[in-house]
């Protein structure tokens, strides 16, 4: 691959059996996965090849030994890592995000291999070589980079963004670290420069382009294969700017990192102080900025899925900060049902024993119920893609959030990608269900009203059970017993936001943000104090 100094990263082989797009885009966690090969690649100088033989670790086969004889399209791709001195002390060796979102297959400055076409047979001697001679260009200045979409966005009155450094952060990295925000401003925004106006805050991973759903300012074309999408971005619009929703501040935050496409906006040892950044330096600045109100009763959150456990978490880590959250399909809140695994209870994350029975833990399932990944698969997978808790994916992220760091640097490792043997001694961070038990007597009369979440019980990752699990929890709580709503979605997969039962899951989504809104809102009208504004910004 081209380079002039010696290599730090990892290099990914995919082999693929079609060619219906490249085979790095053919990984997966899942049954319908290509198979995947990883190698870490430490000081290497210029030119040397990088060797993935019987040795290297792969899935969802092990080894190339394992592989079938036939014709297959091979890729490879080398994932560039940088050196990062945290604040700690700790040097670590990390992939940066570099616009993407933290994808390994899309990153610029990863060097890449074209696809190609050979015959494998695992008891031939052949070698097969692949040079990396591509490279994956930048997104700064491009239509892909969310500053260039914000000039271009014909919505640009109403939706605007920033790039804001943290010093927080910056320090934890030891180096600038930024944070990306799409602002939508109410309706009516520059005719009202007396008004101010409460915040929401949109929780979800990173996309370059604002959400819960797209700002689209005229009607889209019929023939456009996401016209659907795009039709909910317009009833949105249509819906901001004719007054038929509250006149609020929305937020979306990107925070990629090191780690994941997301920081799941908590101080983490290992992630950084991101809770922090987001809610002691840029919000503030965005309510100084925009006029909010910048008051506790006049901010709510809500998100899905990660943004469900971060929307939750928020709220619970900042009380008085925030007077709502709205949870959809939240993240494990209960580390008694980390998806499918009992951290606490059970002896091995991958598989559960009876006395003569052994039972493999499934992981991801299809809406009728048929398992289409288990636990073990899907950390073979993440191994294959880094080591040392540097997949960039779900697994491990979970592990930088909510572990302690290890003495290399790296996060502490809670589930052995291998073996699925749990550290026990790991298990400590994190857990929502456990810390609102155990400071309930702090937190609950901060939390009335404002705790509402929603899941599909047929949830594809099987994340209603910790839901469950934290609604039993909180309904046993006393001074005060909890008013915390839950809705659930019989059958429903993943990403139920919930929603009138009589409409299908698809719309529900779609009126989402028209739905809590409101909600929201009420509910700041209703405990707003005394002499609080709840009219300048409700012409």
Known sequence: MPSAKPLHGHLVLVIAKNAKEEPRMQLSEDIHSAQGFGVDVENLAPGTPIVVDAKTFGAPRRS????????????????????????????????????????????????????????????????????????????????????????????????????????????????????????????????????????????DHYHAEFGPVPFVTKAPDPKDPEARWLGNGYRFFQDWTAGRLPRVIVIYVQNANPYYDDSYDVDSANVGPYGSAINEELIPEIERKYRGIGQGWARATFGGSTGGWEALATQVFYPDFYNGTWAACPDPVDFHAYQNIDLYNDANAFVRKGDFAEIATAADRDPDGTIIATAAEEFAFENVLGTHGRSTEQWEIWQAVFSPAGADGYPAQVIDPV???????????YDLTAILKRDW?????????????????????????????????????????????????????????????????????????????????????ATAPAGADVKSWRY
């Not at 073996?419 to 400590?428: F, M």
Request: proline fraction near 8%.
């Open 441 to 525: 007597p702090t937190l609950g009369p901060k939390l009335e009203g404002k705790l509402h979440l929603a899941v599909g019980d047929g949830d594809t990752y099987f994340l209603n059970n910790a839901v469950h699990r934290l609604q039993k929890e909180l309904e046993a709580t006393r001074n005060p017993h909890s008013d915390a709503n839950f809705q659930y979605g019989p059958g429903m997969p993943h990403c139920y936001t919930g929603g009138p039962p009589e409409y299908t899951m698809q719309k529900n989504n779609a009126d989402w943000a028209q739905r809590v809104l409101p909600l929201m809102v009420e509910h700041m009208l």
């Open 64 to 203: 190339l030994t394992d592989l079938d004889a036939g014709d297959y399209f091979v890729q490879a791709v080398f994932n560039v890592y940088e050196e990062f001195h945290l604040a700690s002390g700790k040097t670590v060796w990390l992939a940066p995000d570099k616009g993407e979102g933290q994808h390994w297959n899309e990153k610029p400055g990863n060097a890449y291999s074209k696809p190609v076409k050979i015959h494998f047979d695992p008891k031939a001697a052949a070698t097969v070589k692949l040079t990396l001679d591509q490279v994956i260009p930048p997104i700064e200045g491009t239509d892909q980079d969310p500053v260039v979409m914000a000039a271009k966005d014909p919505g640009a009155k109403w939706l605007k963004y920033m790039r804001f450094k943290s010093e927080k952060l910056s320090k934890f990295w030891g180096r600038d670290v930024y944070l990306g925000a799409w602002i939508l401003l109410p309706d009516g925004f520059d005719e009202h420069p007396d008004a101010k106006y409460p915040l929401v805050v949109y929780q």
């Open 419 to 429: 073996t699925g043997e749990i550290d026990k001694k790991v298990v400590e961070y």
